[in-house]
């Protein structure tokens, strides 16, 4: 039972740290392309990352198809590892604090999926006993 809590609790709050930065990236879309410039990236994914985020958050919380539901955890695993180094990278620290908490959030929700969820991740282990 604390299993299914947990996914859960780390379920919603990953997505909605998702949602919460797209909603970031519409209404302060000038702010966010200048951010990912500052990165080094190109400003238009501002557009993309509002579409890729809103998706995966859906993609997990609906989990319409299990495979679908697994390539938006490597999806959000990818951009939150790939971002936390790109701010680390341009030495601004502060910013990699989301993707860290982001991170553990998505690891918590990914190896308590199946117990709370009907049908199983083959890619997620099961303690033996």
Known sequence: MAAN??????TA??????LASAIMYVTRRDWAGQALTDLGYPAYLVQV???????????????????????AYAGMFYHLLLSGLAHLGVRKPGGAVPA??????????????????????PYVQTAVL
């Open 5 to 10: 809590y947990t996914y859960w609790i780390s």
């Open 13 to 18: 709050l990953l997505c909605l740290l998702y």
């Open 49 to 71: 990352m509002i579409a890729v985020k809103v998706l995966g958050a859906a993609a997990i919380l609906s989990r319409v198809n299990v495979a679908l539901s697994d390539l």
């Open 100 to 121: 860290a908490m982001g991170l553990v959030l998505l690891t918590t929700s990914f190896v308590t999926q199946n117990a709370a969820r009907e049908m199983p991740s």
